[in-house]
């Protein structure tokens, strides 16, 4: 497709489930990142792909959480025994030759 | 490791006024900066970017930013803002090694007629 396409545009689930969440990346992007927003709260860095390079997990939060990314293309993020405070809207972004970020118009995760 | 300051979280401004978003970061090797606009339930958009060369860089939608190295500032300006201006910007660094940026707190730019 033309842009950075994320599914489930919104997530509800019950506290002790697990989640998963997919982007889909511009085609030809080499670079993946994965962003958490919080309401109110700016952007915080997830987890980062750079080709076949071992990813940056430096924002990963908790062990709960992973992401791997499928043959250069395709990245899942999984969140594993949801709690309350993992409820915010997950943002995907690639990246090309220009530097510039492309970001998907995110996953709202809700945690009841 | 770098961070991102935007210094107001909120700015009420009338249609057609000027108006400047405040931005500093820290970093001790050089970055790349960007401001990131977000529309009402949207993703983010680029506004503008500085990767090298000219100090005064200029986005789209009549946004410019100005690099200031020795006040380590990105402040971002519009000289008369439109009602459809009204959305969250951010404000981002990154390494220019490393690559992944990290955003500010965002500032919420509320346009009023």
């Known amino acids: 497709g033309a842009g950075v396409s994320q599914s489930p545009s919104n997530k509800v689930t019950e506290k002790g489930k697990d989640v998963e969440l997919r982007c889909d990346p511009i085609?030809?992007?080499?670079?993946l990142y994965w962003y958490r927003q919080s309401l109110g709260q700016g952007l915080e860095f997830l987890i980062y792909?750079?080709?076949?390079?071992?990813?940056?997990k430096s924002g990963l939060p908790s062990d709960r959480f992973s992401a791997e990314r499928t043959g250069g293309s395709v990245s899942t993020l999984t969140i594993q025994r949801t709690q309350q405070e993992d409820s915010a809207v997950y943002l995907c972004?690639?990246?090309?030759?220009?530097?510039?970020?492309?970001f998907g118009e995110g996953s709202r995760l809700t945690v009841l | 490791a770098q961070s991102v300051t935007q210094l107001d979280s909120q700015v009420p401004v009338f249609e057609e006024a000027p108006v400047e978003l405040r931005c500093n970061y820290s970093?001790?090797?050089?970055?790349?900066l960007f401001w990131y606009v977000q529309y009402p339930n949207q993703g983010l958009q680029l506004l503008l970017k500085?990767?090298?060369?000219?100090?005064l860089v200029k986005g789209i939608n009549g946004f410019e930013a100005e690099f200031n190295k020795s006040q380590t500032s990105f402040h971002l300006r519009k000289p008369s803002v439109h009602i459809s201006d009204t959305a969250e910007y951010f404000c981002?660094?990154?390494?220019?090694?490393?690559?992944?940026?990290?955003f500010g707190s965002g500032t919420r730019l509320q346009v009023q007629p």
């Open positions: 085609s030809g992007h080499t670079a």
């Open positions: 792909f750079q080709g076949n390079s071992a990813p940056d």
């Open positions: 970093s001790s090797v050089s970055v790349y």
């Open positions: 972004a690639s990246r090309g030759n220009t530097g510039e970020l492309f």
């Open positions: 981002a660094v990154a390494d220019t090694g490393r690559r992944a940026l990290t």
């Open positions: 500085y990767l090298s060369g000219s100090t």
